[in-house]
């Protein structure tokens, strides 16, 4: 039902997943090495919903009669300028997620395979709120990082965050 091409995409796709997991496990490390459990927490959570996406379009694949490939994962930076280093990095990294989900769909529409165009609307859509959500925390760690009692604060709401796997996954 999937093309070559198709799968090959979401195979790359799937790595990228893997990556961003890793990548956010390893920005969690660095807060959680500074005391700053809180956000390590939500670092946690991320690298716990990007493994969840990889899931997601593993199943996808195997539900289309794609061939499954497991790419390499490369090791991610364990070393950060600072908070604010992070926080853009994260920003930046899931803008460069938003451009490759945004290839697959282009891709699918040129082949005219709705069903992975139809399946990655869901991707698309948390795209969006993941972007969201990064620039706003980009901005709020410049407001917080040089206060020690507002970046506690921050710490603590971010600590309120937990993994909530989603139902279609």
């Given amino acids: 039902m999937v093309s070559e091409k198709i799968a090959g995409l ?30 390590a ?25 794609g061939q499954i490939i497991i790419g390499e994962i490369p090791k991610p930076p364990h ?11 994260a ?3 899931e803008k460069v997620v938003t451009r490759s989900i945004f290839n697959i769909v282009k891709n699918a529409n040129d082949e005219g395979d709705f069903a992975t165009t139809s399946f990655l609307q869901w991707f698309i859509n948390e795209q969006v709120e993941e972007e969201a959500s990064a620039s706003q925390l980009v901005t709020k760690i410049k407001m917080v990082s040089d206060n ?12 309120q965050r937990v993994f909530t796997p989603d139902a279609t996954a």
């Fill in 148 to 159: 020690p009692s507002a970046l506690y604060l921050f710490d603590q709401e971010l600590a």
């Fill in 10 to 39: 979401i195979n790359e796709q799937i790595a990228h997943e893997q990556y961003a997991a890793q990548y956010y496990l390893s920005m969690s490390a660095w807060f959680s090495a500074k005391d700053l459990d809180g956000i």
């Fill in 41 to 65: 927490n939500y670092f946690r959570v991320q690298s716990k919903e990007e493994l969840m996406h990889a899931d997601k379009m593993f199943d996808y694949l195997n539900d289309v009669g």
């Fill in 79 to 89: 070393e950060f300028a600072n908070a604010i280093d992070i926080f853009e990095k």
């Fill in 91 to 93: 920003l930046a990294h």
